[in-house]
């Protein structure tokens, strides 16, 4: 028995010389060139896209998985009430359309000329009616009419007289044509009417939902037939350019990382391939520490979060797989700005 444990203990003996020595030397190496190893997961940004209206979903275009296009169409709302209402605003408008010119092009030349012969009829009434008061006026003495009579002309004289003044004054607004007032007041309800159709036409265009930047269609949230609202996501969008890697950085490395730093990104699906990414974000608090540091062993283990954004043209790295992340310190050339993200940044949020 012995003879069997005394070799055993010398080659445990052996093994663990041999991989300490190997730790060793990698710790070693990894110090002398400069760079600084770190452990992470890929990260992918998504969006809950929803419409920016409210109505019955008819058609969902995409399944799970499919890769869509920056303004390609995802979604449709129902549109037959909107027709509906665009077509009577659009009718409005011819009308409106019409009353605005016919007052700009003021009174016509066979209305004027109506508006003249009106009171030259209205003058002629008014002549027969003097002579029919000077009649009765005359007869009266010898009997031939009555006060009645008299009476009567009069009243007819005063009852035409009135209407030719009416009529003069139909002529003068023929002649001087609509106000001015009117024209803009004709103005205003059209540009009304058309201002109401610019909207119909937005929420028209709110019934189509498009994706916001090139990316995979991650989940289908709700379906043909369910109501939609702007508060109640139809498709989730996963948008995987750019891909990051949160990674942590113990406290005592720090120091020799900075913003825009270049790194290469390795996972164990690709060993002989380095995905090229930076240093995006470095998290100015630590984590996983007491809140107050009180002795230097303490310090030691503080943590910062660090971000490095990775450039995967060919989507090969995916939600969630550990990468291996090692930076080069001694690279003094940091890149002065990171690529732009998509305008679906503003509603997108980091998957936990």
């Known amino acids: 028995m012995k003879r069997i444990v005394a070799p055993l203990l010398i080659l445990l003996a052996v093994v663990a010389s041999v991989f300490g020595y190997t730790k060793w030397s990698e710790e070693e190496t990894t110090a002398a060139s400069g760079s600084v190893t770190l452990f992470g997961a890929v990260e992918i940004r998504d969006a809950d896209l929803a419409f920016n209206g409210e109505g019955r979903i008819i058609e969902v275009l995409v399944e799970e998985g499919d890769r869509v296009e920056k303004d390609q169409t995802l979604a449709r709302l129902q549109t037959d009430r909107l027709e509906a209402e665009i077509a009577r605003v659009d009718a409005e408008i011819e009308a409106q359309s019409q009353i605005l010119a016919r007052l700009v092009a003021g009174t016509r030349k066979q209305e004027i000329e109506q508006a003249r012969a009106n009171v030259t009829a209205a003058e002629a ?21 009555s006060v009645q009579d008299m009476d009567d002309a009069l009243a007819q004289l005063e009852v035409d007289q009135a ?14 044509g609509p106000r001015t007032e009117d024209i803009s007041e004709a103005r205003a309800r059209l540009a009304g009417r058309r201002a109401e159709r610019e909207l119909l036409a937005r929420r028209m265009n709110d019934t189509t939902l498009r994706a916001p930047d090139a990316g995979i269609i991650q989940s289908r949230i709700l379906e043909p037939g369910e109501f939609a609202t702007p508060s109640r996501p139809v498709i989730t969008l996963a ?7 949160r990674a942590f950085i113990p406290e005592p490395d720090l120091g020799k990382i900075r913003q825009g730093m270049s790194a290469d990104v390795h996972s164990d699906s690709f060993p002989n391939r380095a995905f090229a990414g930076w240093i995006g974000f470095i998290s100015p608090t630590a984590e996983f520490t ?11 283990s503080l943590v910062y979060e660090v971000r490095v954004y990775v450039r995967d043209p060919d989507d090969q790295l995916r939600l969630g797989q550990p990468v291996t992340v090692r930076i080069n ?3 003094n050339t940091a890149q002065a700005t990171r690529p732009t993200t998509s305008g679906a940044a503003d509603v997108e949020h980091d998957t936990p």
Do not use: F, Y
């Open 125 to 145: 009434r008014v002549k027969n009616a003097q002579r029919t008061v000077d009649r009765v006026r005359d007869t009266s003495h010898m009997g031939a009419s």
């Open 290 to 300: 007491p809140k107050s540091v009180q002795t230097t062993d303490l310090r030691t």
């Open 329 to 331: 310190t001694s690279d």
């Open 163 to 176: 209407a030719l003044e009416v009529r003069r004054k139909e002529l003068e607004l023929a002649v001087e």
């Open 239 to 245: 948008l995987p350019d750019p891909k990051w890697i």
